[in-house]
């Protein structure tokens, strides 16, 4: 059988991730695409965790703890170091989730994108602050429980759309990916690899523990975001090219919904709420990529 994944593990066992993390598989994918000549710079986030304590990691690749907001602007600088070396092979890979990227680092990332400086961006996206007690982020989803957004009270607002931000800053490559999508999330990153500018990966990474999913469904929630439609996998290239990579046969949202104590709370109104805002979504996309 024809191997679609190297060999080599960068992501050693002994971590720290809570079982079914998403953002661990993210990581372990990413790495086995990009290789091991790569430099990893860390903002706070459950991934500052998950290594181990210092002295000791569970990457086989240098990695850069920075100040949770800088994220992008520490990678700049690390690659900027590099070339002064005369260094214009290794990689300079930002991992930051959601609220490091969509929230306190969005800042520090939209000036690296107006610069389109040269290294890979992934936010891996658990939908919330999870490292410190799952508060809501502007990547929560509409209509979810979080500790800051109860049952009773829950997030009003929509999910903040990054990739069409990152689309208007025009850089050469930004692209939508899943753990549960492996080749399609490892293509992307080989394809982000070769790639000068910065360059964008939005990846939804499932958190059993903030989601309220038990552990062994992580990756087929991760799944269903993708069939249901909710979470499309695409690319915007220069910011105006659109490329569907899957146009799956629609699930109904309420496969998803149900799966996650998150949502438990949700009337039959209030999920069809949801499902008319991602046919919404969906139909826009739509309407870009045609027009591509």
């Known amino acids: ?44 986030c459950c991934w500052t965790i998950i290594p181990g304590a210092f002295p000791h990691t569970a990457l086989k690749v240098p990695l850069y703890h920075v100040a949770f907001e800088t994220a992008a602007s520490s990678a700049t600088g690390v690659k900027a170091a590099l070339e002064m ?8 890979l930002a991992w930051a989730g959601d609220g490091g990227t969509f929230d306190i680092g969005l800042q520090a990332l939209s000036g690296a994108a107006e610069r389109n400086d040269d290294f890979v961006y992934v936010c ?28 009773h009270q829950p997030k009003m607002e929509a999910k903040k759309n990054i990739m069409e931000i990152m689309a208007a800053h025009r850089i050469p490559y930004a692209a939508s990916a899943s753990v549960a999508y492996p080749e399609d999330f490892y293509r992307k990153m080989k394809k982000a690899k070769e790639i000068k500018g910065l360059r964008f990966i939005h990846i939804l990474a499932t958190c059993p523990t903030g989601w309220r999913l038990p552990s062994q469904l992580s990756i087929k929630a991760a799944r ?33 919904i149900k799966l996650q ?22 139909t826009r996309l739509m309407k870009k990529t045609a027009a591509s």
Not at 28 to 39: C, S, W
Not at 85 to 92: A, E, L
């Open 1 to 44: 059988m024809e191997r679609r994944f190297p060999d080599e593990e960068y992501l050693t066992s002994g971590h720290l991730a809570c079982s079914g993390c998403g953002a661990t598989v993210a990581m372990r994918y990413a790495l086995k695409a990009l290789g091991e000549n790569v430099i990893v710079v860390l903002p706070a």
């Open 85 to 92: 070396r005369g260094d214009s092979t290794t990689t300079v």
């Open 124 to 151: 891996y996206d658990n939908e919330a602050y999870m490292n410190t007690g799952v508060q809501r982020s502007s990547a929560t989803p509409s209509l979810t429980w979080t500790t800051t957004t109860p049952a």
């Open 224 to 256: 269903l975001a993708v069939l249901t439609r909710i979470f499309p996998l695409y690319e915007i290239e220069h910011g105006d090219r659109y490329t569907l990579n899957l146009n799956p046969e629609r699930r109904p949202v309420r496969e998803y």
């Open 261 to 282: 104590g998150r949502f438990s709370h949700l009337t039959d109104q209030q999920i069809d709420i949801l499902r008319e805002n991602v046919e919404r979504d969906w």
